[in-house]
């Protein structure tokens, strides 16, 4: 059973507006989300994290938003730019001591 | 010089061979882990160790398994690769003691192919 979901495989944005990545989880122990970045032929590389004590949290362009009630958190990229264009993986851990699960991911594509 | 190190890059092997995937850290974190990525389904853990003496199961552990020769140094194993093994391996680290606590430093990868 996937316990980190992220339902969208890709995701086409025009350079310069905002992208929304938004990933859903089941497990009510999980209180630590990441968003991780892949660029091909590279490892993925840590982007921004939130705990559950917050529901936002802010580095830059980037966002990260989340809804415990809902299970939900999302990543916000303002503005859009080409370098943005990977893949984006959402983690989750039930605490700082815990295993890292991830999402399949979404791949963002910017357009010009 | 990485700080999370993968060898071999590339691998191809048969069917029934035995392989071993190295990875070797120079960030002085205490834990280490292996995932594998496969096209549609993301990044699964197979094992990770907090310490040298620690060893945990991950999500998809069967067909493998791992040796935590020192703190720096974590080794998969595929006793006898079978060919939905081909995947893309990464090593991650993170530290328990850091600022960073919860944050996985990922190697570059190593692709294997069973043929």
């Known amino acids: 059973d996937q316990q980190v979901k992220q339902n969208s495989p890709s995701l086409s944005v025009q350079e310069g507006r905002i992208s929304i990545l938004n990933c859903d989880y089941t497990?009510?122990?999980?209180?630590?989300f990441l968003w991780y970045k892949k660029y091909p032929a590279e490892g993925p590389t840590f982007l921004i994290s939130?705990?559950?004590?917050?529901d936002k949290n802010e580095d830059g362009r980037f966002t990260v938003f989340l809804n415990k009630s809902a299970k939900h958190l999302s990543l916000h990229i303002v503005p859009s730019q080409p370098g943005d264009s990977a893949v984006y993986f959402c983690?989750?851990?039930?605490?700082?001591?815990?295993?890292?699960?991830f999402g399949k991911g979404t791949r963002l594509h910017i357009l010009p | 010089d990485a700080d999370v190190t993968q060898t071999p890059r590339n691998r191809i092997t048969k069917t029934g061979k035995r392989i071993m995937l190295e990875c070797s850290q120079t960030?002085?974190?205490?834990?280490m882990y292996w995932y594998r990525q496969d096209p549609g389904l993301g990044l699964r853990l197979i094992y990770y160790?907090?310490?040298?003496?620690?060893?945990n199961k991950g999500e998809i552990s069967d067909g493998y398994s791992v040796s935590r020769q020192a703190q720096a140094k974590f080794s998969l194993s595929l006793e006898s690769a079978i060919p939905n093994q081909t995947a893309l391996y990464f090593c991650?680290?993170?530290?328990?003691?850091?600022?960073?606590?919860?944050?996985?430093?990922f190697g570059e990868g190593s692709r294997l192919t069973v043929l």
């Open positions: 991650a680290t993170s530290d328990s003691q850091g600022l960073d606590t919860g944050e996985l430093f």
């Open positions: 497990n009510s122990m999980f209180d630590y």
């Open positions: 939130i705990s559950s004590i917050k």
């Open positions: 983690a989750a851990s039930a605490g700082r001591d815990d295993k890292i699960i």
């Open positions: 960030k002085g974190h205490d834990r």
């Open positions: 160790s907090f310490d040298v003496k620690d060893i």
